[in-house]
């Protein structure tokens, strides 16, 4: 089963098990979305849960807050997360604020779903990796699975959390990642990321389409002798300290690699975190790759993603210490 | 000065009886549906008939074909891997050509994604459109995103991907314009869709409020990808809801060359004369998918597309051409033939070119380079040398 599939029969189950789940977004309803996620689910839970809405990204986030505190479950697709910017007032100051403005009286337990991040040619309007945004926002989760199995443990555990989260799908891994995906209530909880490798010498952690660039330059790193483990964080906000620490413990030595750019992204924050808390735990600097503080090009997007070369580069650079 | 306090006229007073005389009148036209030429080329409005030469006429044909031929090759370009992707234009001709020809070489305009006639109309080569979708080295948007196209050279400005975020540009353009003294009109064009987002609420607000030169041209083409228009909005027409900001709303027919010409041309004098914004609805239909990603056979079955085709803009343009003399349908399909293989030659030569240098993205950031991204642009540099010593073959 690819990710399409495994996001597609986690939103099937979570309606089939509560009716207060609904779906609403550009396409999603016929058309099936534009990346088919949400295709057949009209046929079985009908127009009034499966929503094709006017295209307005700011009325489909800013309905599904109000859906929620009455007591829905929306799952709200933005066609591309590029788009998402139109409905940033109502995600900073209501989907995440509704609780604490409320005094927790009324709660925005709802998802804002969409596919993410680069490596199709989309060009800087189809590209994108906002995580950073989100992440700056109290209230919210973010996730971003890269795995089918994942990407359903996940969704499930979004649509079951009674705080918004904000999940982020890594477009490109869609469909080129193959893998068995358990039946049924399949849960993967907010806040725990997964060891993808074991490695004694250097703590790989990123997420998302970048696993499996880690994965190639970690090859190319173990060729030279050196050991890497790789941490997919899964959910970013908030990340899992522990799983990071105890492997730090380890190494000794970190490198992070995202796709958002680089300036006030992930990464700065867990380097920050880390170097504030355990500086005891780190022999030499912490090394981010990121995507580079340009708009996301049409052209040569591969030269300004993480690539396989800036990975190992970074590897390298904090195994001389 | 009034005694006591004045209230502006809504509070508490009905509308007065001159503003709903104008406003029923406004009401007809945002209701109704003008065009000039039938389905068969038929006149059936003398007075809204723009009286041109038959040169004039003959290069607003051209100007079609032009834009049916590449649109054609683009999306052949797509189909072999060469273009990233097209949003075809076929079908909507006539808006995009009639609305460019309708305007003046300094007038601005801000398009959205799906308007290569008005681009051709205002001077753009085929050669620059190649260029532009083949990322060649002289792509002048420098291989910033796909579908969209644009050069200062013609005051076309290059479309924002996320619809309709051009509108409140064409009137904040607009009002700058009035502020400055300039004589120009902006002219945006969006689809059926993006009348729901704010940038459309926000844009006719702010041009009725300034009363700014601008006219928006809506290229109702009945769907938002796979969401017909009818589940856009519960208003009649898309027309009316420019009544409602105290603009003008024109619906008409979007595949006749004529009428838009006619009825744009009115509204950019209008608005370069002092007179305001103006909407206008050209009734139309996309004929191909929303773009080389889609695929309409989910949501549209092929009668209906059938259906449409007897509304096509240059088949009708055709026929009227016939009739009147201009040119006969054999010589309307050696223009077609003619364009055809010019631009096969182009392309050609187009393909031919070297690609955009690999540290483009790195360049119009910023005015100038700061310490941040020239750091980073080490980073990028020695990417190279470290895939050498590893032996990568680096994906570009």
């Known amino acids: ?36 996620v949400t295709e057949g689910l009209i046929d079985e839970f009908g127009p009034d849960r499966v929503i094709d809405t006017p295209l307005t990204e700011m009325g489909i986030v800013g309905v599904a807050v109000g859906m929620a505190m009455y007591g829905l479950r929306p799952v709200a697709e933005i066609q591309f997360i590029d788009f998402v910017y139109e409905a ?12 604490f403005r409320s005094a927790g009286m009324y709660k925005t337990p709802m998802v804002i779903r969409g596919p993410c991040c680069g490596g199709i040619r989309g060009g800087m309007h189809h590209s994108q990796s906002p995580e950073t945004y989100f992440m700056h926002t109290p209230g919210l989760y973010v996730v971003m699975p890269s795995t089918p199995k994942d990407a359903k443990g996940l969704l499930k555990a979004s649509i079951r959390s009674d705080d918004p989260v904000i999940f982020l799908e890594p477009k490109v891994i869609y469909r080129r990642i193959r ?132 990975i190992y580069r970074a590897i390298r650079e904090v195994m001389q210490w | 000065m009034e005694k006591g306090v004045t209230f502006h006229r809504f509070p508490f007073a009905p509308a007065p ?46 100007l079609m074909v032009r834009a049916r031929v590449i649109d054609a090759w683009l999306l052949r370009l797509q189909r072999m891997g060469k273009v990233a992707l097209h949003a075809p234009n076929k079908g909507q001709e006539a808006t995009a050509v009639g609305v460019a020809k309708a305007m003046k070489p300094e007038d601005w305009l801000f398009p959205s994604y799906r308007e290569l006639g008005a681009y051709i109309a205002r001077g753009m080569s085929e050669e620059e459109i190649l260029d532009r979708a083949l990322n060649t080295k002289d792509d002048p948007l420098k291989g910033s995103d796909f579908a969209i196209y644009g050069n200062r050279k013609y005051n076309i400005v290059p479309a924002p991907v996320p619809v309709g975020n051009q509108i ?59 969401v017909p228009v009818t589940r856009q909005t519960a208003a009649p027409t898309l027309a009316v809801k420019a ?54 056979s989910r949501y549209r079955n092929e009668e209906e597309v059938k259906a449409f085709e007897r509304l096509d803009p240059l088949r009708r343009f055709k026929l009227y051409l016939d009739k009147q003399g201009v040119l006969t349908l054999r010589e309307a399909e050696e223009i077609e033939k003619a364009w055809d293989s ?9 393909l031919e070119k070297p690609g955009l240098p ?24 020695e990417q190279f040398e470290v895939a050498e010593e590893l032996g990568l073959q680096l994906e570009e």
């Open chain 1, 1 to 36: 089963m690819n990710m399409v599939q495994a996001l597609n029969q986690a939103l099937r189950e979570e309606m089939r098990r509560d009716e207060r789940v609904v779906v609403l977004g550009e396409d999603v309803g016929r058309r099936g979305g534009v990346f088919l």
């Open chain 1, 179 to 310: 893998e068995e995906v358990p039946e049924g209530d399949y849960i993967v909880p907010l806040g725990k990321g997964r060891l993808v490798k074991e490695g004694s010498d250097v703590t790989l952690v990123t997420w998302g389409a970048m696993v499996y660039q880690a994965l190639e330059a970690a090859k190319h790193a173990e060729k030279r002798g050196w050991s890497i483990e790789i941490i997919d964080l899964r959910t970013l906000l908030p990340w899992d300290k522990d799983l990071v620490l105890e492997s730090l413990e380890k190494t000794n030595r970190l490198v992070i690699v995202h796709e958002a750019r680089r300036t006030l992204g992930p990464a700065a924050e867990i380097s920050a975190y880390v170097s504030e808390n355990h500086i005891d735990m780190l022999r030499g600097p912490v090394m981010r790759v990121a995507s580079y503080d340009t708009p996301f090009p049409l052209a040569h997007e591969k030269l300004y993603m993480p690539n396989v070369a800036r």
């Open chain 2, 17 to 62: 009886r001159d503003v709903r005389e104008e406003y029923q009148r406004l009401l007809d036209e945002a209701l109704g549906f003008k065009r000039v030429l039938d389905e068969d080329g038929e006149v059936v409005d003398e007075q809204l008939h723009p009286k041109l030469s038959p040169d004039e006429l003959l290069e607003l044909y051209t």
């Open chain 2, 243 to 296: 009544l409602a900001y105290g603009v003008p709303g024109k619906r008409i027919d979007g595949n006749d060359i004529l009428v838009v010409y006619s009825v744009a041309k009115e509204a950019v004098e209008r608005a370069r004369n002092g007179g305001g914004p103006t909407l206008i609805e050209t009734v139309t239909y996309r004929m191909g998918p929303h773009t080389t990603a889609d695929d309409p």
């Open chain 2, 358 to 381: 690999r540290d483009v993205f790195f360049h119009n950031v910023y005015s100038r380079m700061p310490w941040h991204l020239e750091e980073e642009y080490k980073e990028f540099e």
């Open chain 1, 88 to 99: 940033f007032d109502q995600i900073v100051n209501n989907v995440a604020w509704v609780r």
């Open chain 2, 168 to 226: 409140p540009h064409a009137v904040g353009a607009a009002m700058a314009a009035k502020i400055l003294g300039d004589k120009i009109v902006t002219v945006t064009f969006f689809g059926d869709g993006s009348t729901s987002r704010g940038d459309f609420h926000a844009g006719l607000n702010f041009a009725g409020v300034f009363k700014s030169p601008v006219v928006f041209v809506i290229q109702n083409n009945q769907y938002a990808i796979s």
């Open chain 2, 342 to 350: 010019k631009v096969e030659e182009i392309i050609r030569r187009v």
